[in-house]
């Protein structure tokens, strides 16, 4: 059973477009982390979202952590070709490990 | 500064090869992590060190061993690759203290085993 799911898997717009991308869980998470991963390197986190309705934006990126810690969001306004990547979400247990969603695989078209 | 640094960035085994996958972070982290990237799967978990002697299994450790040489050394082998284990392989290290601390990465080794 996986325990992020992430969606869409894959998604594919022109430059200047609105995008939304999902990680969902059944489960209540004390915090959930987004990285970005571009083609031949590791992932980068991007932020950390810790309280229940929370919003943290980050230049045109805005991160959205549900009421119910179930689920969050992430919302890019006027995507550019340097927004092209994989976007994953984790959380990371007390024990200090980090489960990842499978991603979602973002194209910008110039 | 360097990071997370990964070697080899490329390797190609024969089924039955063995290899070791070497990891240095130089952030004065106390954990250290491998994890497998697999297309269309994210990113899976094999082991992780949560400080220097200690090592713990993660989702998927069949097939492979670890050492935590010193803080800041991990290494990953494979004792007898199977094509199974063809995968990018990613190191990654982070601070204890605070749940959200986040995992600084290595740029992956590509292991194909044909």
């Known amino acids: 059973t996986q325990l992020l799911e992430q969606s869409p898997q894959f998604l594919s717009i022109q430059e200047g477009e609105n995008l939304t991308v999902y990680c969902n869980s059944s489960?209540?998470?004390?915090?959930l982390q987004w990285y970005r991963q571009e083609p031949g390197e590791g992932p980068v986190l991007l932020v950390t979202?810790?309280?229940?309705?929370e919003v943290k934006k980050l230049k045109r990126l805005t991160f959205q952590f549900g009421d119910a810690r179930k689920d969050s969001s992430l919302h890019i306004t006027a995507a550019q070709p340097g927004d092209t990547g994989l976007y994953l979400c984790?959380?990371?247990?007390?024990?200090?490990?980090?489960?990842f969603g499978d991603g979602t695989t973002l194209t910008v078209k110039p | 500064n360097a990071g997370v640094t990964q070697t080899p960035k490329f390797q190609v085994l024969k089924t039955g090869q063995s290899m070791t996958l070497q990891c240095a972070q130089d952030?004065?982290?106390?954990?250290m992590y491998w994890y497998r990237q697999d297309p269309g799967m994210g990113l899976r978990l094999i082991y992780y060190?949560?400080?220097?002697?200690?090592?713990d299994k993660g989702e998927v450790p069949n097939g492979y061993n670890v050492s935590r040489l010193n803080k800041r050394e991990f290494s990953l082998r494979l004792e007898s690759a199977a094509p199974s284990q063809t995968s990018v392989y990613f190191c990654?290290?982070?601070?204890?203290?605070?749940?959200?601390?986040?995992?600084?990465f290595g740029n992956g080794t590509r292991l194909t085993v044909t």
């Open positions: 990654a290290s982070s601070e204890i203290g605070t749940v959200n601390s986040p995992l600084h």
């Open positions: 984790a959380l990371k247990t007390n024990a200090g490990k980090s489960t």
């Open positions: 060190s949560a400080s220097e002697g200690t090592t």
């Open positions: 979202v810790v309280t229940g309705g």
């Open positions: 952030m004065n982290h106390n954990s």
């Open positions: 489960s209540v998470f004390s915090s």
